[in-house]
C-alpha cells in the first residue's frame, strides 16, 4: 500500500525559509513522478512543481520559479520541497503525490502539511 507523509510545515514570516518532507512507502518510485501541490482556503488546489523520480528532474509553476527547489533522496525514500523567499500568498496545505510516468493522473496523495506565511 504507497503511503505518502508529508512533514515540515509551520509558520514562518515573509522571507523565510521551510523544508517540506514527504516520506513514501509501499513500492519503488524509480518510474514515478512525485508532484508538490499547494491549496489556499477559498482556491482551487494548484500544482508547485514535480521531479522525476529515476532522473531528478524538477518542474516548477511560474510562481515558485527562482524560489523553490524539489529535491529526492534514494536512500531514505524522501522528496523534499526548500521553500525560500517565502511570501504571505504561498500560504496554503501543502501536497505531495505520485503518478506513474506513464500517466497524467496523480494517484496518490498524502494528507498534507499546513504552511502559514505571516508578512
Known amino acids: 500500500q504507497v503511503q505518502l507523509a508529508e512533514s515540515g510545515g509551520g509558520l514562518v514570516q515573509a522571507g523565510g525559509s521551510l523544508r517540506l518532507s514527504c516520506a513514501a512507502s509501499g513500492r519503488t518510485f524509480n518510474s514515478y513522478t512525485m508532484g508538490w501541490f499547494r491549496q489556499a482556503p477559498g482556491n482551487e488546489r494548484e500544482f508547485v512543481g514535480s521531479?522525476?523520480?529515476?532522473?531528478?528532474?524538477?518542474y516548477y509553476a511560474e510562481s515558485v520559479k527562482g524560489r523553490f527547489t524539489i529535491s529526492r533522496d534514494n536512500a531514505k525514500n524522501t522528496v523534499y520541497l526548500q521553500m525560500n523567499s517565502l511570501k504571505p500568498e504561498d500560504t496554503a496545505v501543502y501536497y505531495c503525490a505520485a503518478r506513474s510516468i506513464t500517466s497524467p493522473v496523480y494517484r496518490y496523495w498524502g494528507q498534507g502539511t499546513q504552511v502559514t506565511v505571516s508578512s
Open positions: 521531479i522525476i523520480w529515476s532522473a531528478g528532474s524538477t
